[in-house]
């Protein structure tokens, strides 16, 4: 019998209670609160899980909840400009059931692939201080240890790089040297890391992040745990 899904709801159940840093909980707790666009909604405003299939082979990691994505709806990668570039790919290559992600309760399931970021927390311009980061780096530590059958991570962008990285050193691999490149990997012990720039309107819209190199790298991700 898999309990696997036990200490993980516990673990999320404390997460989402946690108040560690004063900034990150007052911009969480008011940003977007005179918003028209979401006027009469109730956003999440508390630390964001992480979401999927936490037994799987592959780790998707992001950098932070965005404003009107994961502080508002609750879940990581849900709601915002972000998500529909990233899970519409997902889809397309087979990772997730639907082309989108709208909010917590839509039904979607990502197959063999759980979606995460280092920190829980909307920071302000999505870039967290280091004491925040270093507060909140436990929670995501105990989502990489949780995934007995990683295989395969895709960091989105220089910071969930470097956030992985710095977990396999901290578990005693070499990781001295290993660069971030565009839809290339890196090897740290049996994982692979695969790089991609971030799916951010920015990146997008200003053609640093295509969708032709983006569904390549998904392509040799998914072929990654093929030969696994």
């Known amino acids: 019998m898999d309990n696997s899904s036990e200490p ?10 946690c108040r560690k840093c004063p900034r990150l909980v007052d911009f969480r707790e008011t940003v977007l609160s005179d918003s028209k666009k979401y006027a009469g909604e ?36 849900t709601g915002d400009k972000s998500s529909d570039f990233l899970v519409s790919s997902l889809y397309e290559v087979g990772f997730s059931s639907k082309p989108e992600s709208l909010r917590r309760d839509d039904g979607l399931i990502y197959y063999n692939t759980y979606i995460t970021a280092p920190v829980k927390c909307v920071p302000p311009d999505n870039i967290p201080l280091p004491e925040e980061i270093r507060k909140c780096a436990p929670y995501f530590h105990f ?20 956030a992985v990285l710095n977990y396999y050193s901290l578990m005693g691999i070499n990781t001295r040297g290993l660069k971030f490149k565009n839809g290339e990997y890196v090897t740290a012990g049996n994982v692979k890391i695969f790089c991609a720039f971030h799916p951010s309107p920015r990146n997008v819209n200003t053609g640093k992040l295509t969708r032709e190199s983006f569904m390549e790298t998904l392509r040799k991700v998914k072929d990654s745990t093929r030969t696994a």
Do not use: H
């Not at 037994?55 to 009107?68: D, T």
């Open 8 to 17: 993980m709801e516990k673990f999320n159940s404390n997460l989402v209670k």
């Open 42 to 77: 109730e956003f999440w405003r508390k630390p964001v899980p992480g979401y999927g299939d936490i037994n799987g082979m592959i780790l998707i990691v992001g950098l932070a909840p965005a404003a009107s994505g994961g502080n508002r709806t609750g879940r990581v990668f």
């Open 143 to 162: 989502e990489l240890k949780a995934m007995k059958n990683l295989r395969t991570v895709l960091a989105l962008g220089q910071f969930a790089f470097r």
